[in-house]
Nanobody, 124 residues
């Protein structure tokens, strides 16, 4: 069973940093390709970053490339999103997503398993 739980969101000021975590307690972490999405009120869910099963390959949207870093720790079954130089427009609910690999998708349709989301609010 895939069970994803995000944490690490909060209220910060523009220019600050946050690190989001997504823990899988289902026992199959090593078999998933994973991604981070976000959704602001009134918008579609937006792809941010993806990482392959091996952790070797990553992909970022233009809106966060150079500021955000996706990584995974196999010993802790945890996916991370390090967010630096946060902007007000980064305010959204951030979601962890996964599916069994190999593979990598930038579409919500490419992921069957989702966390509950964690709120990130950036004040300017």
């Amino acid at each position: 069973q895939v069970q994803l739980v995000e944490s690490g969101g909060g209220l910060v000021q523009a220019g600050d940093s946050l690190r989001l975590s997504c823990v899988d307690s289902g026992g199959g972490f090593s078999w998933y390709y994973m991604a981070w999405f976000r959704q602001a009120p009134g918008t579609e869910r937006e792809f941010l970053a993806g990482i392959r099963v091996s952790g070797e390959s990553t992909f970022y949207s233009d809106s966060v490339k150079g500021r955000f870093t996706i990584s995974r720790d196999f010993t802790k079954s945890t996916l991370y999103l390090q967010m630096n130089s946060l902007k007000a427009e980064d305010t959204a609910v951030y979601y962890c997503a996964a599916d069994r690999g190999p593979g990598l998708s930038s579409s919500t349709a490419g992921y069957r398993y989702w966390g509950q989301g964690t709120q990130v609010t950036v004040s300017s």
